[in-house]
């Protein structure tokens, strides 16, 4: 699972830039439809962001008092969406302002006080968290920039965050003193990924595909720079192997959710980077952990 506080601080960091984003909002645009594919306006996003903090914080408060049930039927996705833009409807800006820094405080608190990560507690936090705000991000900015957003981005974010917590699950799971018939440890793993995750967001960052010139090392064989990446790996720790998994995860997210109208090279390279990369590195991660049959 990640660190307690690693998690806490991306939540924090992703709310200080959606909010940043927010604070440009010119007052004469707070009621302004066609935010999203759905024509929300910004005092909608936001009371839709301040009620998915809510429904995170009543599902970790009852992990934390033992009454959660994973298999109770949830109320469908696009009900809750639609309950909230209802309910958003009566309110001002000052007030849709207000309910997420009350909503934070309390997700924040049930995170905290959970006695236990369990994968389950660490999705709900993230994707309720730091994966949404950074959809509102591109959401709004793309609206402010004059263009429509992309219903691509927010998908592409909500897969990534699920691929990563499969995939922390097993990088979990390892013993780091373990290694692959090829030699692999879960070290060599994490830093594999994260440099891949860097050398893409150096093309996310310039709205460019593979390739020189953003692309480091583009006139290398993969074979090679792998190689390369191998040698810097096998001199790391794995907690200096896991930060750079983290920090290099960030700033590809970031990168992406602040793509006003991203474009198709620029979706592959972060489909590639993420859940193509995830799912290409499950199968050793199996054998790191002995668990060649399952993902669990």
Same mark, same amino acid.
């Given at each position: 699972?990640?660190?307690?506080?690693?998690?806490?601080?991306? =939540? $924090?960091?992703?709310?200080?830039?959606?909010?940043?984003?927010?604070?440009?909002?010119?007052?004469?645009?707070?009621?302004?439809?066609?935010?999203?594919?759905?024509?929300?306006?910004?005092?909608?996003?936001? #009371?839709?962001?301040?009620?998915?903090?809510?429904?995170?914080?009543?599902?970790?408060? #009852?992990?934390?008092?033992?009454?959660?049930?994973?298999?109770?039927?949830?109320?469908?996705?696009?009900?809750?969406?639609?309950?909230?833009?209802?309910?958003?409807?009566?309110?001002?800006?000052?007030?849709?302002?207000?309910?997420?820094?009350?909503?934070?405080?309390?997700?924040?608190?049930?995170?905290?006080?959970?006695?236990?990560?369990?994968?389950?507690?660490?999705?709900?936090?993230?994707? @309720? %968290?730091?994966?949404?705000?950074?959809?509102?991000?591109? *959401?709004?900015? $793309?609206?402010?920039?004059? #263009?429509?957003?992309?219903?691509?981005? %927010?998908?592409?974010?909500?897969?990534?965050?699920?691929?990563?917590? @499969?995939?922390?699950?097993?990088? =979990?799971?390892?013993?780091?003193?373990?290694?692959?018939?090829?030699?692999?440890?879960?070290?060599?793993?994490?830093?594999?990924? $994260?440099?891949?995750?860097?050398?893409?967001? *150096?093309?996310?960052?310039?709205?460019?595909?593979? %390739?020189?010139?953003?692309? @480091?090392?583009?006139?290398?064989?993969?074979?090679?720079?792998?190689?390369?990446?191998?040698?810097?790996?096998?001199?790391?720790?794995?907690?200096?192997?896991?930060?750079?998994?983290?920090?290099?995860?960030?700033?590809?997210?970031?990168?992406?959710?602040?793509?006003?109208?991203?474009?198709?090279?620029?979706?592959?390279?972060?489909?590639?980077?993420?859940?193509?990369?995830?799912?290409?590195?499950?199968?050793?991660?199996?054998?790191?952990? %002995?668990?060649?049959?399952?993902?669990?």
């Amino acid at each position: 699972m990640p660190d307690r506080q690693r998690l806490l601080d991306d =939540e $924090a960091a992703g709310a200080a830039v959606f909010g940043a984003v927010v604070a440009t909002i010119p007052d004469s645009r707070w009621n302004e439809p066609t935010v999203t594919p759905a024509g929300w306006t910004p005092v909608v996003v936001l #009371a839709h962001v301040a009620g998915w903090l809510d429904e995170c914080s009543e599902v970790l408060e #009852a992990m934390r008092a033992g009454i959660w049930d994973p298999d109770t039927r949830e109320e469908p996705v696009e009900a809750i969406n639609a309950r909230q833009a209802s309910q958003a409807a009566a309110l001002t800006p000052s007030e849709a302002q207000a309910s997420i820094a009350a909503a934070r405080v309390r997700a924040r608190a049930a995170w905290s006080g959970l006695p236990e990560l369990t994968p389950a507690a660490w999705s709900w936090f993230e994707e @309720s %968290g730091p994966n949404h705000y950074a959809k509102h991000v591109h *959401d709004l900015s $793309a609206w402010l920039a004059g #263009a429509a957003s992309d219903p691509d981005v %927010g998908a592409m974010l909500q897969a990534d965050a699920e691929g990563w917590v @499969s995939f922390g699950e097993l990088i =979990e799971a390892a013993d780091p003193s373990a290694r692959d018939a090829e030699g692999w440890s879960i070290t060599d793993v994490c830093f594999h990924v $994260a440099a891949w995750f860097g050398k893409g967001a *150096d093309c996310v960052e310039h709205d460019a595909g593979w %390739g020189p010139p953003w692309e @480091s090392d583009a006139d290398r064989p993969t074979e090679e720079v792998n190689a390369a990446i191998l040698a810097r790996s096998r001199q790391m720790t794995l907690t200096e192997a896991r930060a750079a998994l983290n920090d290099a995860r960030d700033r590809l997210r970031a990168a992406f959710s602040a793509q006003t109208h991203p474009s198709a090279d620029v979706k592959d390279v972060f489909k590639e980077c993420t859940v193509d990369h995830y799912a290409e590195h499950v199968p050793m991660l199996r054998r790191l952990t %002995g668990s060649e049959g399952s993902v669990a």
